[in-house]
């Protein structure tokens, strides 16, 4: 019930490309979904967010689709480039009540010029 | 400072060993987590703390691990005996309900070595 799953593990995209990133849940409990990027030796950070009252979600380059009846969403990005390559992480957890935030396993993305 | 504060930063330890490994929240953040991550893998959740509710623990992976968090704000997180598959970063986050969506910020980890 708390299991988050992303893929793909990898991904390698020219630049210019648009990667996507998927991630289905079980828990039909939580009700906020972010992505996380992370630099080598750094620790994740908040890239955008959605819940589940919307289907779509724009940040500049990056975008979430959020689909509910099929418990999945996932991450797209516009116009990738190099500075974009990175690991990314799913992530779902509920507002209130138990907050506690469960990850997928990450996607290893490589934006090559 | 602004953000998640964790020290030391790096640290080699002999097998056996016990470590303490601290973390500074957020000011004013009420959550905070830590998490695991192993060379290239993905997170794994230890253990959560909430105001003053007692703690998740459930992600603990064995007995020799253990934390607290004192007065709200500090944590340690300790591990007895330290093993060689305890290398990893460990990573700590803090949140304020406050905060719209449950935006968690992480420090950039304390790197353990065991040898």
């Given at each position: ?8 593990q ?5 630049k ?20 996380y ?10 890239l ?12 500049g ?12 969403f ?11 390559s990175?690991?990314y ?23 090559i010029? | 400072?602004?953000?998640v ?9 002999e097998k ?14 009420t ?5 695991r991550q192993s060379l ?6 230890l253990?959560?703390?909430?105001g003053?509710?007692a ?14 968090r004192t007065g ?7 591990i ?8 990893a ?7 304020s309900?406050?905060d ?7 420090g ?8």
């Amino acid at each position: 019930q708390q299991q988050v799953k992303q893929s793909p593990q990898s991904l390698i995209v020219q630049k210019g490309g648009i990667p996507i990133i998927n991630c289905a849940y079980e828990n039909t409990a939580f009700d906020y979904f972010p992505w996380y990027q992370q630099f080598p030796g750094k620790g994740p950070a908040l890239l955008i967010a959605i819940r589940p009252d919307v289907s779509e979600k724009k940040e500049g380059r990056f975008t979430i689709s959020f689909n509910k009846s099929a418990k999945q969403f996932s991450l797209h990005i516009m116009d990738s480039q190099p500075g974009d390559s990175a690991t990314y992480f799913c992530a779902a957890s509920m507002v209130f009540g138990n907050e506690k935030l469960t990850f997928g396993t990450g996607t290893r993305l490589t934006i090559i010029p | 400072g602004a953000g998640v504060s964790q020290s030391p930063s790096n640290k080699v330890t002999e097998k056996g060993k016990d470590v303490e490994l601290r973390c500074d929240p957020i000011s004013g953040h009420t959550a905070l987590y830590w998490y695991r991550q192993s060379l290239g893998q993905g997170l794994e959740f230890l253990i959560y703390f909430q105001g003053n509710s007692a703690p998740d623990k459930s992600g603990l992976p064995s007995d020799r691990f253990s934390a607290e968090r004192t007065g709200g704000s500090v944590s340690t997180l300790t591990i007895q005996r330290t093993q060689q598959e305890d290398s990893a970063v460990y990573l700590c986050a803090s949140s304020s309900r406050r905060d719209r969506g449950n935006t968690i910020y992480f420090g950039e980890g304390s790197w353990l070595t065991v040898v």
